[in-house]
């Protein structure tokens, strides 16, 4: 079972006697039945019975439902209602719209709306440009899915995703000020989706497409960037590469290697794996193996699918074959965007010495992090519960407040590259070691950071 989580929280409302043992037994009943007590409030009092609202971590719904049943068991505890804290913090959504303006009197209204706002429109209509100065362009992102590649839930449609995209909207106004608005599309047509967001960019300075599953995703970022004349940003592929990329130059600083020297095994070559693999070639990592379901990519491969060609050409330069368990002894590094437990122990032990470890799945990752722990030298995941946590937060939100700020309308490798060095370079020598090698994602440098590199990359 995984350890109790605050993101599978619960507040239970509890009737219990006033006198007696009751109370102090309740703390217990939780931590017998696995969970973890973060409060405990009395919420209202009389002479015989106490109303209590106690909130606990559980690992996951059922297991919440163990420590209801628990409380429960109480001699003389009534349990009354169980919320969801998750939940309510999503009721009516995680954002809202709100103007900068108050509406005071006819005069506020006036400007702000008819008669006053046609003179707005009129020199926006002789001068297009305009309209970064004069409305919510300058500052407005789109984040844009069909919901084929959600999290780690896939294919669950536009409505299903709609709560990460506000999620992902509130991380852009929290870290980068900037107001960005989740647009879920009712299709998975990659002509439909490109015509859709061509239609729309209008009233948008930059484009972030979130949880479309590959290739469909490949196509359609191309053909985003050639009709457009904002920056299209795909948070899957660049946004991971750019911070797997900063959290690998702090690893290999950790344990004296150098980027052009180490050999680097990948298991997974979906929309991250490839953005992430490309990054690695661009910043001078010279001897990469990359491995998927059917085994180690390599030009000979059988029915070698057309999106893996890439691959086969611009990798695995000692023609190696087999599986990734043979790919991954005498590495170096091992990155992973695939799936759970597709590693051991063993594994990385026959890596090479100091060897460095993404194991980034989530929320299972390719590897147990304890286990890696006992070979590898350095360690990260995807999880918030393990040092080292490789999240897409500490690059997305600087890197459009850089793009915006320099009105860019082009993201190159060059661009990437500056994010992930700013990001690498908010660590300082003094703090850098195995279990810090990249900054928390509220580390207050980190966004400016970036957002300065981007802007300076993008010759703002």
Known sequence: ????????????????????AAVSHLTGAVERAGGIV????????????????????????????????????????????????TFLMHLGGTIEMSGKHPIRNR?????????????????????????????????????????SAVLGLG???????????????????????????????????????????????????????????????FEVEARLREVL??????????????????????????????????????????????????LLLTAGVGDVVVADIDGVIHGEREHLHESLRWHAEHTN??????????????????????????????????????????????????VDPVLAHQHAAVVATGRSDHPNQINNVLAFPGVFRGLLDAAARDIDDVLLLAAARAIAGVVAADELNAHYIIPSVFNPEVHTAVAAAVREAAGG
């Open 1 to 20: 079972m995984a350890a109790p989580s605050i993101s599978n929280s619960i507040t239970v409302r509890l009737d219990v006697p006033a006198g007696g």
């Open 38 to 85: 973060t409060a405990l409030d009395v919420s209202a009092s009389g002479h015989d019975r106490l109303q209590i609202d106690l909130t606990c971590a559980a690992s996951d719904p059922g297991h919440a439902e163990r420590i209801v049943e628990a409380l429960g068991e109480v001699e003389g505890v009534i349990v009354g209602k169980v919320s969801d804290r």
């Open 107 to 147: 005069d506020d209204l006036s400007m702000v709306y008819t008669p006053g706002v046609a003179r707005v429109c009129q020199a926006i209509a002789e001068n297009p440009e305009d309209a970064r100065r004069l409305t919510i362009k300058r500052n407005t992102v789109a984040v844009v899915t069909e919901g």
């Open 155 to 217: 294919n669950i449609g536009a409505a299903a995703a709609l709560p990460v995209m506000e999620g992902k909207a509130a991380l852009f106004k929290r870290f980068g000020g900037i107001d960005a608005w989740p647009l879920c599309l009712d299709t998975q047509d990659t002509d439909s989706i490109v015509e859709i967001v061509r239609a729309i960019a209008p009233g948008f300075a930059g484009i972030n497409l979130e949880d479309i599953s590959a290739p469909r995703c």
């Open 229 to 278: 004349d904002i920056p299209v940003f795909h948070d899957d592929q660049h946004g991971t590469a750019i911070v797997v990329l900063a959290a690998l130059e702090n690893a290999l600083r950790v344990v004296g290697k150098d980027v052009a020297d180490v050999r680097v095994v990948m298991s997974g070559a979906g929309a991250a794996g490839t953005a992430i693999l490309r």
């Open 317 to 366: 330069r000692g023609g190696l074959r087999g599986t990734l368990k043979e790919a991954v002894r005498g590495a170096d590094v091992f990155i992973g965007v695939s799936a759970p437990n597709v590693l051991d122990s063993d594994d990385i032990a026959a890596m090479a010495e100091d060897a460095i470890v993404f194991a980034l799945a989530n929320p299972d990752p390719e």
